[in-house]
């Protein structure tokens, strides 16, 4: 009986760890967990309050990375990304007034993305919501966070920051 409960502490102890462990290589997710639930504001960039863009300009700022806080300027920064490629940290975009881009959201993986919605605040939607988010699903642009890069253990130049005609430095 005693063999049986020392191993099952021991689980714990593996899976507690494991979990601590996972948590800490994940700096976009622990950003994004601390903010569920903060009400939307128009024109909000802080915990008080988010609207879309500066949500995703204060997610991204707290990784190392100046977004401008409109979604149609957020737009025109990084690579185009196609939807079948989309990998958490993503910017996903959308037109929601039927004329330009003027929502914008992050994708975090399997088909999702957070974002700040009029009425709801930060949550967590399907892009292939059938009512409303994929129908007006324009694209997505990818901009490199450095902050992912050191804890998948990878180098990378933030593109976002290069001077116009710059060329990031060649890789080793």
């Known amino acids: 009986m005693r063999k049986i409960v020392c191993a099952w502490m021991i689980f714990g102890l593996l899976v507690m760890v494991a979990g601590v462990a996972s948590a800490e290589e994940n700096p976009l997710m622990n950003t994004i967990q601390k903010l569920y639930g903060v009400p939307y504001k128009a024109s909000g960039t802080s915990k008080n309050g988010f609207d879309c863009s500066g949500f995703t300009s204060y997610v991204f700022e707290s990784l190392g990375v100046k977004l401008p806080h409109s979604s149609a300027a957020q737009y025109k920064i990084g690579q185009k990304v196609a939807r079948k490629d989309l990998q958490p940290g993503d910017l996903v975009f959308f037109n929601t007034n039927g004329h330009s881009i003027s929502h914008v959201g992050i994708y975090i993986g399997n088909n999702t993305f957070v974002h700040s919605e009029t009425g709801r605040g930060v949550v967590k939607t399907s ?12 694209g997505a642009t990818r901009v490199e966070i450095p902050a992912m890069q050191v804890a998948s253990g990878k180098q990378a130049v933030q593109a976002a920051s290069l001077n116009e005609g710059q060329a990031a430095p060649e890789k080793n």
């Open 127 to 138: 892009l292939s919501d059938p009512y409303y988010w994929k129908k007006r699903y324009v």
